[in-house]
């Protein structure tokens, strides 16, 4: 069997249940609230490669929630550099009622070459909720204490609940070693201070051409499935916490399947992040 060919080829059934019923986890979405009364939110951090589609998810969630394409969180379809550049928070509106209880914060990516993309320290930082919003980040300068963006004393709400790893599927096959070390480096440091991780997949589509015939195939994907088994053994995150997403980037409509695998993906992620909350 050809490369080509295998990046086709399906399982006769899917290895895992593809998500149907969007109307129970978008009410899920639409309700929840934290118990822990120390919080108003709960805090999801991505963290990855730069060009990852971070930020797309991040609008890609926002279009699920609204039933329509946004563009809140800027992105850039032709730099191989990071474009995000400051420690933003996003709060998605949830009409009439406000906001939805959870927000997303967006970082700069991780490279490579050690003065290129976010360092690793700046993350490790976020986690504790030591950098303050729209903080800029410095590849070869990393935050101190004595800079103006460190928050010496972050609450519980401005601290990080759920970790997020973000790759694509595209290019994960020859994700550099420094890369995925740095990934694995940050991922010890959550799991040391007891925050729970899951991962996502992006660019499905461009991976896998009976993914971009049609989305449903991405849990019969034979190709799929060997980039989730190898990433899990790379990075040490069980299988069933890596979830498969085809990120809203070139339509101008949102669509049905498309939608389904992003609020199973935010729905883990609620879970997990609430399961922390509550252990505190």
């Known amino acids: 069997m050809s490369y080509f060919t295998a990046m086709g080829a ?10 149907k019923d969007n109307k129970e986890n978008l009410k899920y979405a639409k309700s929840y609230q934290p118990r822990n009364n120390e919080t108003q939110h709960l805090r999801i951090l991505l963290n990855g490669p730069a060009g990852a589609g971070k930020s797309s998810f991040i609008n890609s969630v926002d279009s699920v929630l609204q039933g329509r394409i946004t563009g809140r969180a800027l992105t850039d379809a032709t730099s191989g550099s990071s474009f995000t550049r400051r420690y933003t928070t996003y709060r998605l509106c949830n009409d009439p009622e406000g906001f ?6 967006d970082i700069m990516g991780l490279e490579g070459l050690s003065n290129n993309g976010v360092h690793k320290d700046d993350v490790k930082l976020a986690l504790r909720g030591h950098v303050k919003e729209s903080y800029e980040f410095l590849p070869a300068h990393p935050l101190t204490e004595s800079d103006l963006g460190y928050d010496p004393c972050p609450t519980l709400n401005e601290k990080v609940h759920v970790l997020v790893s973000v790759v694509p599927a595209d290019t994960l096959s020859i994700l550099s070693d420094e890369i995925k070390n740095k990934m694995k480096d940050i991922r010890r440091t959550a799991s040391d201070m007891g925050i729970p991780q899951l991962a996502i997949i ?15 195939n991405v849990y019969r994907s034979k190709y799929l499935k060997e980039l989730v088994d190898k ?4 990075l040490g995150i069980p299988v069933n916490c890596i979830f498969l997403v085809k990120n809203y980037e070139s339509e101008i409509k949102t ?5 389904a695998l992003i609020l199973c993906a935010l729905r883990q992620m609620i879970d997990f992040g ?5 252990n505190l």
């Open 10 to 19: 399906l399982f006769s059934q899917p290895w895992r249940a593809m998500p």
């Open 100 to 105: 939805y209880s959870f927000v997303f914060n």
């Open 202 to 216: 992006t660019k499905v589509d461009k991976a896998c051409r009976k993914a971009r015939q049609d989305v449903k």
């Open 231 to 234: 990433f899990s053994v790379e």
């Open 255 to 259: 669509n049905g399947d498309t939608d």
């Open 274 to 278: 609430e399961d922390f909350l509550r």
